[in-house]
Structures are given as structure tokens and as C-alpha cells.
Nanobody, 124 residues
């Protein structure tokens, strides 16, 4: 069983930045991929970003491209999401996910393990 613990959420004004962290209980190399999702009240959980554990290749949702950056620290088994130029529509609970089982990384059912989430609130 993989345990994922997110941290770094909080409240920030529009235009501000936050960095989310996700501490994993196993080596990132054993997960094949890790990702970040978010879920706003009344909406479905949506994929924000993914990173392939071996190659470091990344993909982003169109809504966060050029504002968010996903990265990993293999030595610390930690996943990060740097969020810049935050907008009120970025307000959501953010979740870390591990082990992509396919096919579409943007979907909830494509991932095996989940963290409990960290809240991000962006005020205008």
C-alpha cells in the first residue's frame, strides 16, 4: 500500500504563488508516474499535471500551462506542484496521485493511489 501525504495548501490572493508537496511512502521510480488533480465544489476531479517517473516527461491541463510546474525529488520521494499567477478559478482541493494504470492520465480512474488532499483558496 502506497501512502501519499500532501501539504502546502493555503489561502492566497490572485496573482500569488503556492508550492504543494506530496510525500510518498515508496520510491518514485516504483510508481511509473505521479500526478496532481484538483476538485472544486460541485465539479469532477480533474487532472492538472503528470510526470513520468523515469523520463521526467510532463504534461499539463490547458488551464494551468505556463503557470504550474510539476517536479519530483527522487532522493526525498517527494512530488511538487509550483503554482504561479494563481486565479480564483484555481480554488479547489488538490490531490496527489501515484501509479498510472491508464489509459487517460486526466481521469480519476486512471490512478491507483491517492492522497487526502490539501485545500487551495485563491481570492480576487
Amino acid at each position: 500500500q502506497v501512502q501519499l501525504v500532501e501539504s502546502g495548501g493555503g489561502s492566497v490572493q490572485a496573482g500569488g504563488s503556492l508550492r504543494l508537496s506530496c510525500a510518498a511512502s515508496l520510491s518514485i521510480y516504483k510508481t511509473n508516474s505521479m500526478g496532481w488533480f484538483r476538485q472544486a465544489p460541485g465539479k469532477e476531479r480533474e487532472g492538472v499535471a503528470v510526470i513520468r517517473a523515469g523520463s521526467g516527461t510532463t504534461e499539463y491541463a490547458d488551464s494551468v500551462k505556463e503557470r504550474f510546474t510539476i517536479s519530483q525529488d527522487n532522493a526525498e520521494n517527494t512530488l511538487y506542484l509550483q503554482m504561479n499567477s494563481l486565479k480564483p478559478e484555481d480554488t479547489a482541493m488538490y490531490y496527489c496521485a501515484a501509479t498510472w494504470v491508464g489509459p487517460n492520465w486526466r481521469l480519476f480512474e486512471a490512478w491507483r493511489y491517492w492522497g487526502q488532499g490539501t485545500q487551495v483558496t485563491v481570492s480576487s
